[in-house]
């Protein structure tokens, strides 16, 4: 049984998935090679430990968003499958082992992300710069994707991040402002928001942000929130649907029809944001090379990304 989080129902059904969020299992061989990859090398993906719908397709296709700072996350939010108690000591050689990934797939384009790890002074930005540094430093590097916490709101933390230069900054916002005390106890709306005004005025980075629907928001509520991010300098977005991955988590309260979603994309279009993936599987790492390859094609004055400095020192 889970709580509704509109109006403090207890809901005792599992809504069925409709058609739509049917997806195929990871089976292909593709798939095998990816996950022998990740054990042989001791890496975790956020597909994995967030137990993501898409997994199957992204491996299939090559693609991959790897979580850095280990698999055990310092914080417990109610929509997340990520395992929660005390993480393990910070593996210094993760961002080599990650970058020997990165050139074994030969990805273009990386997904880094991570738990949150509270336990840490800096949240775990150093480990976010060191695997930059770590990928900038073979030849023809990737672009590089970074999804971080919210690193407790240290300004400092996040500067560390941007200051080694990756070409996309993303921080989710995941719901509208209503809910947070449901889905992220730990964690605050504006925040978030704040981060991501602090990223979008650093220059040179593609700043990104993914929301999710189904945990009870009105359109009114995304709305607000969309206007909320684009006045944060947020250029890219990602909208999806919630799925519960379990019992423990919270329900999901209705799910969301594809023509809401593009209802939806349609109006984030018209707020000024560059890239839009409205869609019921939408996720922040979700083809995520298409849509800032896209950004990229479609802007050829964008600022240029800033390179990285002192490329011996570590990140996060």
């Known amino acids: ?42 890496l975790h993906t956020v597909c994995q430990s967030a137990t993501c719908p898409n997994r199957g397709q992204c491996w299939s296709e090559g693609e991959a968003a790897f979580m850095i700072l280990g698999n055990i996350c310092t914080r417990r939010c109610g929509f997340c499958d990520v395992t929660t108690g005390r ?51 073979r030849a023809g590097p990737p672009t590089i994707e970074v999804l971080t916490p919210d690193f407790q709101g240290r300004l400092a933390s996040l500067d560390r991040v941007l200051e080694a230069g990756p070409d996309v900054f993303n921080l989710n916002v995941e719901t509208v402002p209503r809910l947070y005390r449901e889905v992220r106890p730990a964690s605050d709306y504006q925040r978030v928001l704040r981060l991501l005004s602090q990223a979008a005025g650093h220059g040179g980075v593609a700043v990104k942000s993914g929301l999710m629907m189904g945990l009870g928001e009105t359109e009114t509520e995304v709305a607000d929130t969309l206007k909320d991010l684009r006045r944060s300098g947020v250029t890219l977005i990602t909208i999806g649907q919630y799925l519960r991955p379990s019992p423990a988590h919270l329900p999901v309260v209705r799910y969301v029809p594809p023509e809401e979603f593009d209802r939806i994309g349609q109006l984030a279009r018209s707020l000024g944001f560059d890239r839009v993936a409205s869609h019921p599987l939408a996720r922040s790492s979700f083809h995520a090379e298409t849509l800032f390859k896209t950004l990229e094609d479609s802007s050829p004055n964008r600022s240029p990304v800033k390179a990285p400095h002192h490329l011996g020192e570590s990140p996060r």
Request: charged share 30%; proline share 5%.
């Open 87 to 137: 993480p393990l000591a910070v593996d210094e050689d993760e961002p080599i082992r990650l970058a020997e990934a990165v050139a074994e797939m030969g990805l273009k384009h990386v997904v880094i992300t991570s738990v949150n790890r509270d336990d840490l002074e800096d949240g775990g930005a150093f480990q976010f710069v060191a695997c930059i540094h770590a990928l900038r430093s």
């Open 1 to 42: 049984m889970g709580r509704d989080v509109t109006e403090g129902r207890v809901t005792t059904a599992w809504l069925p998935k409709p058609r739509w969020l049917k997806v195929k299992a990871p089976l292909s061989r593709q798939c095998q090679e990816v996950e022998h990859l990740l054990r042989r090398l001791q």
